[in-house]
């Protein structure tokens, strides 16, 4: 049974830095993507980051580009989001999502980073910016 464990989060002041985790098991990182989101309240789901375990590639929304860099360790069975340069509108609660697939498939939802197409999620943490 695929499961994402997340953790990490937590209060960070404006401009501060947190590192996400998020654990899986059930499943090796193999062929994989492996999206964050985030949810802010009142608002819709979002994707920030998704990386395609299969060769490491990157993709970013605008809103964490150069400022969130997502990486794995397959050994560890483990996606990071290291998140700088914080800003009180980062302030949501944060899942990572896991979904399967040849590697073409990966890079389509890696480029879309869209909740629908994921299957798995973990439970999320909670990350607050604020002074």
């Known amino acids: 049974q695929v499961q994402l464990v997340e953790s990490g989060g937590g209060l960070v002041q404006p401009g501060g830095s947190l590192r996400l985790s998020c654990v899986a098991s059930?499943?090796?990182?193999?062929?994989?993507?492996i999206a964050w989101f985030r949810q802010a309240p009142g608002k819709e789901r979002e994707g920030v980051s998704c990386?395609?375990?299969?060769?490491?590639?990157?993709y970013y929304a605008n809103s964490a580009l150069g400022r969130f860099t997502i990486s794995r360790d397959n050994a560890k069975n483990t996606v990071y989001l290291q998140m700088n340069s914080l800003k009180p509108e980062d302030t949501a609660v944060y899942y990572c999502?896991?979904?399967?697939?040849?590697?073409?498939?990966?890079?389509?939802?890696?480029?879309?980073?869209?909740?629908?197409?994921?299957?798995?999620w973990g439970q999320g943490t909670q990350v607050t910016v604020s002074s």
């Open positions: 059930g499943f090796t990182l193999d062929s994989y993507a």
């Open positions: 990386i395609s375990t299969n060769d490491g590639s990157t």
């Open positions: 999502a896991a979904e399967g697939g040849e590697p073409a498939e990966l890079h389509r939802l890696c480029v879309l980073i869209d909740l629908a197409d994921f299957a798995s």
